[in-house]
């Protein structure tokens, strides 16, 4: 049999420019400018919705750091009492999980009686142990895990930032570390920033400045530049925007290798990196919309090549029993190795030419971020003199705006919300709690909190503020507009009373008021709305003057006429909707 070239089946098709496509793409446009179909991302750098052949020539030389790509589960477990935070790790492994985090509540808990107490059953040589939290001087808690029998053969590591005093203690440290030799020592982790609300290009951009710390300092100490490099770990979040954040790991894996030369490492390793799955995109009141999330972030993890996986559990036990929701997290794990096979294929990304020119962009970005960084004086220095946070809180603002206008969609959240159980009803309090406790980058928070309040005044008052949908004019329009102002009003806890198609006579006025709705959203799909809709305004404020009355689309160069004839005011796409939800809670009494 002759085996033909793959390329062989499309010699009779001509080349076709990158130019050429475009100028295909804008006459099929027409009307529409092109830049509407371009990716304008929240790092500052533009993607086309194409990357061709031509890519190949600027594709990034991305190491590949291990010879699989296995991955270990890691579950996190709170260290509050030793033997209860062990039996917890026995049932873990039962999960697959190959890594533990204990995540320590007191120093004491590190005590050598507690720690054998904690390993008991536990073999130290089989599976990777993290250790974070509030734990006592590394040195003190490595000599006391070296009379672990096993434990300097672990491959697990220190998830906090080691403080020392001096170079003396640096290098003291670094000599406990020659007797664990797979365990690694340091930590640079850039889950703060991005509970605070840092892109994807900074988070790389935190982590190298990070590295570079790391290797100033230890190097001073006489660390030799490789030794500093294998005994780091990088935390990174992953959050789920699925190509970004795929290409997010690739990015820093080639960044690194110029930061470790720079120093004088001649080796091959590269510090290790351990994912966790975001909580800043977490919905506390639509649990299981948080598994589509947490899987899609996994995929992310995995296809991008993180050495360890951590993810969180999908709902905090607020609204499904915590047994259940840590087996469904960890069935995610389970089914992308098993099912999937996602462990099958080394970097398989490689070759994608979108995903090559995102990771090339997101490595171009992150690179000058890093640099201005260094010159401030390196990441310590960039914190306390404030230029981080500043920099965090200034795209921190514009991501916080395209939340608020609906123009990021939040599943659950901003969009489409699930009313909530009788189980959530019952511990409503405690859910708005927790919501109000998030961290301040949180992305429901805002709308979860609304909505929250809406339905807590609903069940202390017996009264939850309804509205009534008034349809008119061209169906395919004004359905249009009845669905968006549903969706609308429903995020922030509202009740839909009603939804109907009515005309402008005088029957319609008392079936759209038999319900005794606190607000009515006219829906006026004709050529020119306004005459009926202040016709209809006028009517519904005589017949029921404290009606609220609303109005679906933008205001139109006559909206003054309408404000003067009863409307209160407009809801459309771009519109604040947080603080226009805001606005109808405190106009229909919510406290």
């Given at each position: 049999m002759t085996h033909s070239r793959p390329d062989s089946l499309f010699h009779e098709f001509p080349a076709t420019s990158r130019e050429d496509w475009k100028k295909k793409a804008i006459a099929e446009l027409k009307e529409t400018p092109f830049d509407s179909i371009i990716w304008h991302t929240p790092d500052g750098f533009d993607l086309e919705p194409w990357c061709s052949h031509e890519e190949n020539k600027r594709y990034l030389d991305i190491p590949l750091s291990k010879p699989s790509n296995s991955w270990n589960n890691c579950r996190q477990i709170t260290v509050r009492d030793a033997e209860t935070a062990n039996k917890e790790a026995l049932q873990s492994f039962e999960l697959d999980a190959a890594a533990i985090e204990f995540l320590i509540t007191a120093p004491s808990l590190c005590s050598p009686e507690n720690l054998n107490k904690l390993f008991t059953g536990i073999k130290p040589s089989a599976v990777a142990v993290y250790f974070s939290g509030n734990l006592p001087p590394a040195p003190e808690l490595l000599n006391t895990l070296l009379t672990i029998p096993g434990f300097a053969e672990n491959s697990g590591g220190l998830l906090v930032e080691v403080v020392t005093a001096s170079k003396g203690q640096d290098a003291e440290l670094f000599a406990c570390g020659t007797l664990l030799p797979e365990f690694r020592l340091l930590c640079?982790?850039?889950?703060?920033?991005?509970?605070?609300?840092?892109?994807?290009?900074?988070?790389?951009?935190?982590?190298?400045?990070?590295?570079?710390?790391s290797l100033d300092r230890y190097l001073e100490a006489g660390v030799p530049a490789d030794t500093i490099a294998s005994a780091i770990n990088i935390i990174l979040p992953v959050c789920s925007s699925h190509f970004t954040e795929l290409a997010k790991p690739r990015a820093l894996r080639y960044l690194l290798g110029h930061i470790l030369k720079a120093y004088g490492a001649s080796g091959p390793s590269l510090p290790a990196l351990f994912a966790r799955t975001s909580e800043r995109n977490r919905s506390l009141l639509d649990p299981y919309t948080n598994v589509l999330r947490l899987t899609t972030e996994a995929v992310s993890a995995v296809l991008g090549g993180y050495d360890t996986l951590q993810i969180g559990a999908f709902d905090i036990g607020l609204s499904v029993n915590p047994a259940i929701a840590e087996r469904i997290t960890a069935n995610i794990h389970l089914i992308l190795k098993e099912e999937a096979s996602l462990d099958r294929v080394i970097d398989p990304a490689q070759g994608s030419h979108y995903i090559e020119t995102l990771t090339r962009n997101l490595a171009e970005s992150a690179w000058t971020i890093f640099k201005t960084?260094?010159?401030?004086?390196?990441?310590?220095?960039?914190?306390?003199?404030?230029?981080?946070?500043?920099?965090?809180?200034?795209?921190?603002?514009?991501?916080?705006?395209?939340?608020?206008?609906?123009?990021?969609?939040?599943?659950?959240?901003?969009?489409?919300?699930?009313?909530?159980?009788?189980?959530?009803?019952?511990?409503?309090?405690?859910?708005?709690?927790?919501?109000?406790?998030?961290a301040e980058g949180n992305e429901t928070a805002g709308y979860e909190l609304l909505r929250l309040k809406t339905l807590s005044f609903s069940k202390k008052s017996g009264r939850t503020p309804s509205?009534?949908?008034?349809?008119?004019?061209?169906?395919?329009?004004?359905?249009?507009?009845?669905?968006?102002?549903?969706?609308?009003?429903?995020?922030?806890?509202?009740e839909i009373a009603g939804k109907a198609a009515l005309p402008s006579e005088e029957s319609s006025y008392s079936s759209a008021l038999q319900s005794n709705p606190d607000i009515i959203v006219l829906c006026v799909a004709e050529k020119d709305p306004v005459p009926t809709a202040t016709n209809l305004a006028s009517k519904l404020r005589t017949l029921q003057p404290g009606i609220i009355t609303v109005m679906a689309g933008k205001p139109p160069k006559e909206h003054q006429q309408l404000l003067n004839a009863g409307i209160d005011s407009f809801v459309y796409t771009g519109v604040n909707v947080l603080d226009m939800l805001k606005s109808y809670q405190h106009k229909t009494g919510v406290k």
């Amino acid at each position: 049999m002759t085996h033909s070239r793959p390329d062989s089946l499309f010699h009779e098709f001509p080349a076709t420019s990158r130019e050429d496509w475009k100028k295909k793409a804008i006459a099929e446009l027409k009307e529409t400018p092109f830049d509407s179909i371009i990716w304008h991302t929240p790092d500052g750098f533009d993607l086309e919705p194409w990357c061709s052949h031509e890519e190949n020539k600027r594709y990034l030389d991305i190491p590949l750091s291990k010879p699989s790509n296995s991955w270990n589960n890691c579950r996190q477990i709170t260290v509050r009492d030793a033997e209860t935070a062990n039996k917890e790790a026995l049932q873990s492994f039962e999960l697959d999980a190959a890594a533990i985090e204990f995540l320590i509540t007191a120093p004491s808990l590190c005590s050598p009686e507690n720690l054998n107490k904690l390993f008991t059953g536990i073999k130290p040589s089989a599976v990777a142990v993290y250790f974070s939290g509030n734990l006592p001087p590394a040195p003190e808690l490595l000599n006391t895990l070296l009379t672990i029998p096993g434990f300097a053969e672990n491959s697990g590591g220190l998830l906090v930032e080691v403080v020392t005093a001096s170079k003396g203690q640096d290098a003291e440290l670094f000599a406990c570390g020659t007797l664990l030799p797979e365990f690694r020592l340091l930590c640079v982790d850039t889950i703060p920033y991005h509970e605070k609300g840092s892109t994807a290009v900074q988070e790389i951009a935190l982590a190298l400045a990070g590295v570079s710390d790391s290797l100033d300092r230890y190097l001073e100490a006489g660390v030799p530049a490789d030794t500093i490099a294998s005994a780091i770990n990088i935390i990174l979040p992953v959050c789920s925007s699925h190509f970004t954040e795929l290409a997010k790991p690739r990015a820093l894996r080639y960044l690194l290798g110029h930061i470790l030369k720079a120093y004088g490492a001649s080796g091959p390793s590269l510090p290790a990196l351990f994912a966790r799955t975001s909580e800043r995109n977490r919905s506390l009141l639509d649990p299981y919309t948080n598994v589509l999330r947490l899987t899609t972030e996994a995929v992310s993890a995995v296809l991008g090549g993180y050495d360890t996986l951590q993810i969180g559990a999908f709902d905090i036990g607020l609204s499904v029993n915590p047994a259940i929701a840590e087996r469904i997290t960890a069935n995610i794990h389970l089914i992308l190795k098993e099912e999937a096979s996602l462990d099958r294929v080394i970097d398989p990304a490689q070759g994608s030419h979108y995903i090559e020119t995102l990771t090339r962009n997101l490595a171009e970005s992150a690179w000058t971020i890093f640099k201005t960084i260094e010159a401030v004086g390196g990441l310590a220095q960039a914190s306390k003199s404030g230029f981080i946070q500043t920099m965090i809180s200034d795209v921190e603002t514009k991501r916080r705006k395209t939340l608020d206008n609906r123009k990021k969609t939040l599943i659950g959240v901003n969009r489409y919300p699930w009313p909530l159980v009788p189980e959530q009803l019952e511990k409503i309090d405690a859910l708005e709690l927790a919501v109000a406790n998030t961290a301040e980058g949180n992305e429901t928070a805002g709308y979860e909190l609304l909505r929250l309040k809406t339905l807590s005044f609903s069940k202390k008052s017996g009264r939850t503020p309804s509205i009534f949908i008034w349809m008119l004019g061209d169906p395919s329009v004004s359905f249009r507009q009845a669905a968006f102002a549903e969706d609308f009003f429903n995020c922030g806890g509202f009740e839909i009373a009603g939804k109907a198609a009515l005309p402008s006579e005088e029957s319609s006025y008392s079936s759209a008021l038999q319900s005794n709705p606190d607000i009515i959203v006219l829906c006026v799909a004709e050529k020119d709305p306004v005459p009926t809709a202040t016709n209809l305004a006028s009517k519904l404020r005589t017949l029921q003057p404290g009606i609220i009355t609303v109005m679906a689309g933008k205001p139109p160069k006559e909206h003054q006429q309408l404000l003067n004839a009863g409307i209160d005011s407009f809801v459309y796409t771009g519109v604040n909707v947080l603080d226009m939800l805001k606005s109808y809670q405190h106009k229909t009494g919510v406290k």
